[in-house]
């Protein structure tokens, strides 16, 4: 009984691994006409779901980096006003303001040259 429920099982998997391959293959040649046409039309058709997400991605990508630079740039004015982030330091909170005045009359005294 377990030998024959053992052949019937591979041969249901074999045939689903059969089925599973060819849909494809055909449903590959069926559209190969259509791929080509595709290719050949002018830019003007809309993106595709792939190309979309990848102007995404790009894009997410784009505005990381600015805000990276746009932080990178203001941690560097606070340290060049002398706050030093690494520091354990009980008045955290007042050296940092502290800091963000002098960079902000820094910024206002080289606007006004």
């Given at each position: 009984m377990q030998s024959t429920t053992s052949k019937l099982t591979l041969a249901a998997a074999a045939a689903a691994f059969?089925?599973?391959?060819?849909?494809p293959a055909f449903a590959q040649d069926a559209s190969a006409p259509a791929a080509t046409a595709q290719s050949a039309a002018p830019a003007s058709q809309p993106l595709t779901k792939a190309e979309k997400r990848k102007q995404a991605r790009a894009q997410h990508k784009a505005e990381r980096k600015a805000?990276?630079?746009?932080?990178?740039a203001?941690?560097?004015q606070l340290e060049d006003a002398g706050y030093?982030?690494?520091?354990?330091?009980?008045?955290?909170?007042?050296?940092?303001q502290n800091a963000q005045k002098?960079?902000?009359?820094?910024?206002?005294a080289s606007a006004s040259q």
């Open positions: 059969l089925l599973g391959v060819t849909a805000a990276r630079a746009k932080n990178n203001e941690l560097k030093k982030p690494a520091n354990n330091d009980p008045n955290y909170p007042n050296n940092l002098k960079a902000a009359a820094a910024a206002a």
